[in-house]
């Protein structure tokens, strides 16, 4: 009978143990787990002659999402090229945002203008 309680105790603890660590949210350290991986996001402001950052980068590589803003007068659209990829904003006026989701399926420099 003893035993039977022993079991019965650990099972208990272990399904505690597991049920804490579901909703603790901490899933990143299950090697193979299936998650939602948020894509790379990278703001950029277009404006008369400048691009801000200057030189950005990404050294994760994979796909990347492009959050852009015009903070100039004109009209601008964003483009990523280099390396067989080749990625286009919509042109947008002063003031307007839009994204772009452009994958890089190597490494090394690209131009963008």
């Known amino acids: 009978m003893r035993n039977h309680k022993s079991v019965g105790v650990a099972a208990a603890l272990t399904i505690l143990s ?27 402001a277009l404006q008369e002659w400048e691009l801000v950052p200057a030189a950005p980068s990404n050294s994760s590589g994979g796909t990347v999402t492009f959050n852009i803003s015009n903070t ?7 483009e990523v090229s280099g390396n067989g990829t080749h990625g286009y ?17 190597f490494s090394g420099d690209y131009r963008i203008l």
């Open 18 to 44: 597991i049920f804490t660590f579901l909703i603790s949210g901490n899933h990143d350290i299950i090697p193979g787990s299936v998650q939602d991986q948020a894509t790379p996001q990278m703001n950029i």
């Open 72 to 78: 100039g007068r004109f009209s601008h659209a964003l």
């Open 89 to 105: 904003s919509a042109t947008i006026c002063g003031g307007s945002t839009t994204t772009m989701t452009v994958s890089f399926e």
